[in-house]
C-alpha cells in the first residue's frame, strides 16, 4: 500500500492551495482518511479527517480555511486550503485509519498507512 502526496508548496499568506493525496494497493472506500502536519520543532497535529459518509471534522486553527473532501473513484483524498496563514507551514501528511472509525479520528496512533508528506510553505 502506498499513499502519494503532492500538491504542497510556496504560497503568500492569503493564498490557497489543494493537497492530493491517492492510495494505491488496496481500495479504502469505507476508511477514515485523515491530514495531519508537522511544523519545524513541533510534534505532528492533527488537521482532518474525512469518513467513508463523507463527514469531516477540522482542527479548530483551520476550521473555516481549509475543507476536506475524497473521491472514492479514485481513492483519492483533497485538503483544500484557503486564507493561509504563516502558522499553517509544515509538512503535511496523509493518512488511512486501521479500524474505519470516525470516533478515533483525531489519534494518530489509530492511523496505519502515511503517505511521505508534502511540504508547505507560507510566507508573510
Known amino acids: 500500500v502506498q499513499l502519494q502526496a503532492s500538491g504542497g508548496g510556496l504560497v503568500q499568506a492569503g493564498g490557497s492551495l489543494r493537497l492530493s493525496c491517492t492510495a494505491s494497493?488496496?481500495?479504502?472506500?469505507?476508511?477514515?482518511l485523515g491530514w495531519f502536519r508537522q511544523a519545524p520543532g513541533k510534534e505532528r497535529e492533527f488537521v482532518s479527517a474525512i469518513g467513508w459518509s463523507g463527514m469531516t471534522e477540522y482542527a479548530d486553527a483551520v476550521k473555516g480555511r481549509f475543507t476536506a473532501s475524497r473521491d472514492n473513484s479514485k481513492n483519492t483524498v483533497y485538503l483544500l486550503m484557503n486564507s493561509l496563514k504563516p502558522e499553517d507551514t509544515a509538512v503535511y501528511y496523509c493518512?488511512?485509519?486501521?479500524?474505519?472509525?470516525?470516533?478515533?479520528?483525531?489519534?494518530?496512533?489509530?492511523?496505519?498507512?502515511w503517505g511521505q508528506g508534502t511540504q508547505v510553505t507560507v510566507s508573510s
Open positions: 494497493g488496496r481500495i479504502f472506500v469505507n476508511n477514515v
Open positions: 493518512a488511512v485509519d486501521r479500524d474505519r472509525n470516525f470516533r478515533t479520528r483525531r489519534d494518530e496512533t489509530q492511523y496505519e498507512y
